[in-house]
């Protein structure tokens, strides 16, 4: 019955996924709530473009994604080659680049949950709270923040699902490389070059289902209780 | 004595202008006029939810607002206190910490937290949330939350506006106590005759942004206003 079994390969693809999804989200989510909170309640010049920069991954070819990171962030890259000479911080062929592709290719899901939870915040509670002493920072803190935490848990969630998934930006910017920038996806596009791949390949694909399934549950039900 | 020095311009996109002066004092001063005129609008400037165009508001010798000089006191460091016309309670809060969340950032001297809750009858309801209380219950919280932040002075937004007739008079009872006990210089927006005349020391009517203080007509025998030239 090993059949049944994730071998130890499986093991790790998975493991790594599931670590870069969780660095992705723990790195963006101040970020997201920031320009969430912005883009829903500020009117600012150039709004527009910051919508559309945020957006674009979401409908740019992943390839594209990651050649971008990779004209910024390879090691010849204009904000690359200091950081790699400075502090020794590289992303090309390494696991901060699967973190870095997955956290860009998530952002977009992240800031539109976390937006629409802001906008669905009546904004004069903030101001009720102004008026009884609280600065503008407190008063986000203890009124827009917990009215909005589901949306922005839901965000959270959205962008893990979405980050397990990354695959064309992340083979670009950090490879393919066993137990160190492969995840699922990889691990998979991988077999299917082998022969007999295909057979071998649906236990993974099963786990990346149930993970997907799980992550659209979780947010589909934070969304619907919002409010309640 | 307290006195509020109000003299603001302020244009809306949609062409409304306001463009008000007038001083109010101790007691309890009614702003009265049909709606748009400008009355809430005058409250927001004061608690400093809006800045104005141009003008200058001061409460005694403390000036919050002062375009001239570039002076904005944000509304968190005015201690003005408002009770919006709609309540705004956190729904997240219980009433308990509602009516503590002003008090714990303000700290003020002497206006307790049991006494308050005594003198408006909030002890049933301490524990519940915004959401499961009726309109005269959320009104006396939001008075509740307000007195507790210690305010230097209060603003009233219409506040009986939303309850039925026979809780008014329980309401504006309440009002009345706890102004004349803790002495609190009152401002309040109504377009009720009936009720200024109950509350008000003295009435300053707004007509499409202007201010113009009314002869004394109107006001309470308690009255110990004298008339403040509003133009």
Known sequence: MQHWFLT???????????????????????????????????????KSLIETAINLPLVLPPVVTGYLLLVVLGRQGWLGRPLNDWLGVRFV????????????????????????????????????????????????????????????????????????????????????????????????????ESPGGLQQAWRVATVSILLAAAALTVSEYLERTRGE | MTRLDFSCRLRWSDGFQLDATFAAGDGVTALVGPSGS???TVLHLIAGLLQPDEGRIALDDRTLTHTARRVFVPPHRRRVGMVFQDYLLFPHLSVRENLRYGQRRRAPQGREFDHVVELLELGELLGRRPGSLSGGEKQRTALGRALLSGPDLLLLDEPVSAVDDRLKDRILGLFERVIREYQLPTLFVSHNPQDVQRLAD??????????????????????????????
Not at chain 1, 16 to 43: C, D, E
Not at chain 1, 147 to 155: E, P, Q, Y
Not at chain 2, 202 to 215: H, M, Q, T
Request: with cysteine.
């Open chain 1, 8 to 46: 130890p390969d499986e093991w790790r693809a998975i493991a790594l996924s599931l670590q870069a999804a969780v660095f992705a989200v723990a790195i963006t989510l101040p970020l997201g709530v920031v320009v969430g909170r912005l883009l829903a309640r500020g009117k600012f010049l150039g």
């Open chain 1, 93 to 192: 062929f390494d696991f901060r680049g699967v973190v870095l592709a997955s956290a860009v290719a998530a952002f977009p899901l992240m800031v539109r949950a976390i937006r629409l939870a802001f906008a669905g915040v009546d904004r004069r509670l903030e101001q009720a709270a102004r008026t009884l002493g609280a600065g503008p920072v407190d008063a986000f803190f203890t009124v827009s923040l917990p009215l909005a935490w589901r949306g922005v848990l839901a965000g959270c969630v959205l962008a893990f699902a979405r980050s397990l998934g990354e695959f064309g930006a992340t083979i670009v910017i950090a490879g393919n490389i066993p137990n160190e920038t492969q995840t699922i996806p990889l691990y998979i596009y991988g077999l299917l």
């Open chain 2, 38 to 40: 400008g009355k809430t």
């Open chain 2, 202 to 231: 003295r009435v300053i009517a707004f007509e499409a942004g202007k201010a113009k203080s009314l002869p004394d007509a109107t006001t309470s025998p308690t009255s110990h206003s004298k008339l403040e030239s509003g133009l």
